[in-house]
């Protein structure tokens, strides 16, 4: 009678509990999420629903009706405190709730900027749950000064949306370069270069030394010295995998929670997927923080919560929407040696990453015919010629046939 | 409301009411209809929300932009004529009645 838990009601969790009832699973499903609201879409967050376009309930994964048509118990704003694997039960509120098999879907929580430089101020705020966004959306008025940390996707997202609602936006970057950590040079100039054109200001190879106010933050002190007034502050440094359950039963970490290529933790009975959960991909481990990974990992686990012994295979893509520009990501660019720029006319590009002759990723910028060939030659294993790729006279669909 | 008839690949027909407003992929999720995935949820970053259009429907729907025209080429066995993202699709009053078939798959 005790069936599957999952733990954590975000994009994985939704998507496993709806993959095992659509794979014919009949027992008990119970979805535990500590945010009140049934599972929705982040990234409309720092997107469509900060700027104040996206209604709540277009924001849901699912109308609250198919969890119940589907006999998915939903048990909503609470946190599990405790997991025990002994009695193989999950403490929520002061319950015990039994299970055969657990799932973690924990997700991912944001770093804060450190309370003794200012981080707990009123008016600080990051980006993660809708809570967070419904916090800060009264801030985004006509001619107030918002202040980025961080130069990543989401705090460039949330620039963009306070460039359009007329803002005056500066961004910090610890870093030489905006997207240091995940892009190349030349993706980083690009949207260097698209924000300047909306009116954001960017200060690269400047990081923040603390916030101001009493009460309220009101300025920030910068690391070269200089003193900037604010009304409002978001910061965007990075997410950490949500692992303290795990750690706490004792289960094994590594960069998130260590799973097997099937997505099973170190306990037999135990799975993990999406943001919190690191697998063995190619040479090496990996966790990804996607909505595409969410989705495709949950419902690998979930088939194997049901004996599929199905190898997970990632195939990573992401996007992002600055200003006027869609950013569309595939594969992983890490260890690349060298960028193939095609450059089209207008606002759109695209930047492949090899390694010698090996194409491993794109960032394609307004160019989601680029995208998709080249997510389709990298989930392929096929790298073309470079000297095609930057050949603007070559149609890309080509290389799809050679 | 507007009415809206999803087919499934097989044959299934589910006939829905879509509030104007929302887009034609909307209607499919909310309603729990099989055969729709967008897994981007709406943002035209990926092709799992392709139906074809029926015939009859095709000249009354939106027009398709560039970035949409582009995204479908690479959808299931994408038809030159009838293919559409949903999540692009907005629901208006002037659809009652629109007829879409799911393909096969989505990737």
């Known amino acids: ?143 107030r000064r918002l202040l980025i940390v961080g130069g990543g996707y989401i705090g460039l997202e949330a620039a963009a949306v306070g460039a359009k609602l007329g803002l005056q936006v500066t961004l910090i970057e610890m870093a030489p370069r905006i997207l240091q950590r995940v892009a190349a040079p030349e993706t980083s100039d690009f949207f260097r270069e698209l924000h300047a054109d909306h009116g954001v200001e960017i200060l690269e190879n400047t990081g923040l030394d603390r916030l101001i106010g009493d009460g309220d933050v009101r300025a920030a002190v910068l690391s070269d010295g200089r003193e900037v007034a604010v009304d409002f502050v978001i910061a965007g440094v990075g997410i950490t995998p949500q692992t303290l359950l795990a750690e706490e039963a004792d289960l094994e970490i590594d960069n998130g929670i260590r799973t097997d290529e099937f997505g099973r933790t170190s306990d037999h009975s135990i799975w993990a997927a999406g943001d919190c959960a690191s697998f063995p991909h190619q040479d090496s481990r990996i966790r990804l923080e996607s909505v595409g990974n969410a989705i495709d990992q949950a419902e690998v686990v979930a088939e194997n919560m049901l004996g599929a012994g199905k190898v997970y295979s990632a195939k990573p893509w992401f996007w992002s929407d600055q200003h006027d520009v869609k950013l569309q990501i595939a594969g992983l660019n890490t260890g690349y040696d060298r960028i193939v720029a095609r450059r089209s006319e207008g606002r759109a590009a695209s930047f492949w990453y090899y390694r010698g002759d090996r194409l491993l990723a794109l960032d394609a910028m307004n160019d989601p015919r680029a995208y998709m060939i080249g997510k389709r030659l990298i989930e392929a294993g096929t790298s073309p010629d470079p000297a095609r790729i930057s050949d603007t006279t070559t149609d890309l669909r080509m290389l799809l046939k050679s | 409301m507007v009415k809206i008839t999803y087919i499934e690949y097989g044959g299934t027909a589910h006939v829905v009411d879509v509030p104007a407003g929302r887009t034609v992929m909307e209607g499919a999720r909310d309603n729990g209809l099989p055969g729709i995935e967008a897994d981007c949820g709406g943002a035209c970053a990926c092709s799992t929300c392709h139906v074809y259009v029926h015939p009859d429907w095709v000249e009354k729907l939106p027009p398709i932009e560039d970035m949409e025209e582009d995204m479908l080429d690479f959808a299931h066995e994408p038809d030159p004529t009838r293919s559409r993202l949903t999540c692009q699709v907005k629901v208006s009053d002037e659809l009652g009645g629109l007829i879409v078939e799911m393909p096969e798959k989505q990737i």
């Open chain 1, 1 to 143: 009678m005790s069936g599957i838990v999952i733990i954590g009601a975000g994009q994985a969790g939704a998507s496993l509990a709806a993959k095992l009832r659509a794979l014919g699973y009949q027992e008990p499903i119970t979805m535990i999420g500590e945010e009140p609201v049934p599972p929705y879409q982040r990234p409309p967050l720092s997107k469509g629903y900060l700027l104040g376009e996206m209604a709540l309930e277009r924001l849901y994964l699912r109308p609250p009706s198919f969890y119940e048509g589907q006999k998915i118990a939903l048990r909503l704003g609470w946190p599990v405190t405790a997991i025990d694997r002994t009695s193989k039960t999950v403490k929520v509120g002061g319950e015990s709730i039994p299970y055969n098999q657990l799932a973690l879907t924990t997700g991912s929580c944001p770093r804060n900027l450190p309370a003794a430089i200012g981080g707990s101020l009123n008016g600080v705020y990051t980006v993660r749950a809708l809570a967070d966004v419904d916090a800060m959306a009264a801030e985004f008025q006509k001619g």
